[in-house]
T-cell receptor, first 113, second 115 residues
Framework: KAGVTQTPRYLIKTRGQQVTLSCSPISGHRSVSWYQQTPGQGLQFLFEYFSETQRNKGNFPGRFSGRQFSNSRSEMNVSTLELGDSALYLC????????????FGSGTRLTVV | AQSVAQPEDQVNVAEGNPLTVKCTYSVSGNPYLFWYVQYPNRGLQFLLKYITGDNLVKGSYGFEAEFNKSQTSFHLKKPSALVSDSALYFCAVRDANTGGFKTIFGAGTRLFVKA
């Protein structure tokens, strides 16, 4: 079956712009989580969604937001981009993230210039 | 608050020798523990998990991990390392009791297996 699909794979944006990243989870998975991966900070938790509800949010500014749709697809949005937002953004889906491991997508590489 | 520590940035092992990648955690309730691996130019892959039960958990690619509640550790092990095991390994923890609904990852340990 198809894995977790993230689009686009690469993005280059200018400071001050906004960006929307998309994630399609594995069919049947209702839990979607987002992480920011950088060489210096590792994997930082952004959000977790389950059945369209945000269950938790990490320590990121309000410029970072997300949502989940009824088909479990998820988007995250970053407004007023800063240079420090350059990172690999990973989406992970699970049947139930408490009892099962995640399946990660390949990520969206965002570069802010 | 939950946290996870991987005290070694890098582990070097000769092929055929046993390997251990260390992980310690802190949660207020009972832990759910996970190991993931990231190969070069490939996504993060789930290796194994501990939810409850037997303290020794077996996972993919011959890896296993031992849960030690008294030492709050969940070290990843393999009896005989392969060059192809060279990758970045992440330990992760989730608090089962507080309903925090987030999985926290360690900083990662890079494993080098030399032929």
């Amino acid at each position: 079956k198809a894995g977790v699909t993230q689009t686009p794979r690469y993005l280059i944006k200018t400071r001050g712009q906004q960006v929307t990243l998309s994630c399609s989870p594995i069919s049947g998975h209702r839990s979607v989580s987002w992480y920011q991966q950088t060489p210096g900070q590792g994997l930082q938790f952004l959000f977790e969604y389950f059945s369209e509800t945000q269950r938790n949010k990490g320590n990121f500014p309000g410029r970072f937001s997300g949502r989940q749709f009824s088909n479990s697809r998820s988007e995250m949005n970053v407004s007023t981009l800063e240079l420090g937002d350059s990172a690999l953004y990973l989406c992970a889906s699970s049947l139930d993230s408490a009892n099962y491991g995640y399946t990660f997508g390949s990520g969206t590489r965002l570069t802010v210039v | 608050a939950q946290s996870v520590a991987q005290p070694e940035d890098q582990v070097n092992v000769a092929e055929g020798n046993p390997l251990t990648v260390k992980c310690t955690y802190s949660v207020s309730g009972n832990p759910y523990l996970f190991w993931y691996v990231q190969y070069p130019n490939r996504g993060l892959q789930f290796l194994l998990k501990y939810i409850t039960g037997d303290n020794l958990v077996k996972g993919s690619y011959g890896f296993e991990a031992e849960f030690n509640k008294s030492q709050t550790s969940f070290h990843l092990k393999k009896p005989s390392a392969l060059v192809s095991d060279s990758a970045l390994y992440f330990c992760a923890v989730r608090d089962a009791n507080t309903g925090g609904f987030k999985t926290i990852f360690g900083a990662g340990t890079r494993l080098f297996v030399k032929a």
